[in-house]
């Protein structure tokens, strides 16, 4: 079968690898894809948003599946727009209807679902400018820190979390006056968790699903979770704490209802949900929902399915889940992310990459690479990701760190604490 997979990070490079690996894929095409891609891919040059181009690709190069990586593209429709148009439908797209996707493109939207189906979750309530009056009430019955959620996607920039009762309220009036633009419409204020947070991915095919190997993701940019928030700077699966007992937890009181009220609702939902959450006390609560594999954990937890992935998707278009089981590794797999010096506040691109020697004990990922005049150079924030396993997540760490040492490019910055809280 000829597939197509839509993004250019490392999340999108580290699907591909499995993707390419397997015996069902005839050709694999990447839009737009990177320099990593390039060397098992076909990379096309098509915006990922013309769903007019990308369907006329499909039909002239026989794709018979498409896998969306980044959120945007399923919140504008692309499972719709290929399901309902029937010279199209034999085309299956892995990933929720726009409906579906509201999951992660309106909090409010996620937010009042996990409330009809019971779903463990923050104390929470909705305001718009007309209620400012009401939201700054609210506020004052909440304890600090305070939580704000722009309603829409903000490109991971929506959350605010804020100390000072007076503070939130400066930056609740500021939200809603249109400080992060049509998103911010609507603010959701909800209640401080409490705890350690863990990355769950789950493959629905909208009745049955599998449960994908578990991660723990580094947003901020410093040691020891300090300074701004990032992409991500590394990840870690599977996570300790995340036992059998906290497992179920997570199965019974969020994947099966999340799946069963998807499909209740008449949701189509045919693709990753990715579950955020916080282990409050030994007790699960959704943070949020994702409609789509998380980046960086992609690059920990793909590496660590050994079933064959278009084997699995193959079965979710066809709702053929309930049968399909999933071998995952016993090794624990880490991703470290290179970013460029500065990210993710200013920095500078099109810095040389050199790679001394050949690396065969990790996986290399990238994320923000280019290619011009035959030369590899750095195109972004986060430069490149590499993941190892091992027994241990002290042991996949060295064999990242020592291969850290051979890729190099002016402003070169990692952390070296990835896991530090669980271990
Ligand atoms: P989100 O975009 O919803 O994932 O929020 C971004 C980050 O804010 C999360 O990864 C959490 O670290 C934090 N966060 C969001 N909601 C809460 C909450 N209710 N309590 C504590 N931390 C939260
Ligand atoms: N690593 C978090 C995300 O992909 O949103």
Known sequence: MNI?????GAREHAMALKVAQSSLTDKLF????NPGTSQIAENINISINDFYSVSDFCLKNNVEMIIPGPEGVLAKGIFDFFNSNKSLSHIKVIGPSEKGALLESSKDFAKKFMIRHNIPTAKYNTFSIENI??????????????VLKADGLAAGKGVLIIDDLQEAK???HQMLSGKFGDAGNIVVIEEFLSGIEMSVFVLSDGKNYVILPNAKDYKRIG???EGLNTGGMGAVSPVPFADNTFMSKIENQIIIPTIKGLSEENIEYIGFIFIGIMNVGGNPYVIEYNVRMGDPETEVVFPRINSDVVQLFADT???NLKNSKIDISEKTAVTIMLVSEGYPEEYQTKKDIFISEEIKDSLIFHAGTTIENDKLLTNGGRVIAVTSFGENIQEALNISYKNIEKINFSGKYFRKDIGFDLM
């Open 4 to 8: 197509l997979i839509i993004g250019s």
């Open 223 to 225: 040691e020891g979770d």
């Open 133 to 146: 009056e009401e939201a700054f009430k609210f506020l004052e019955t909440l304890k600090s820190p305070f």
């Open 170 to 172: 400066i930056s609740l």
């Open 30 to 33: 990447m839009v737009p894809g």
């Open 317 to 319: 278009a066809k709702g």
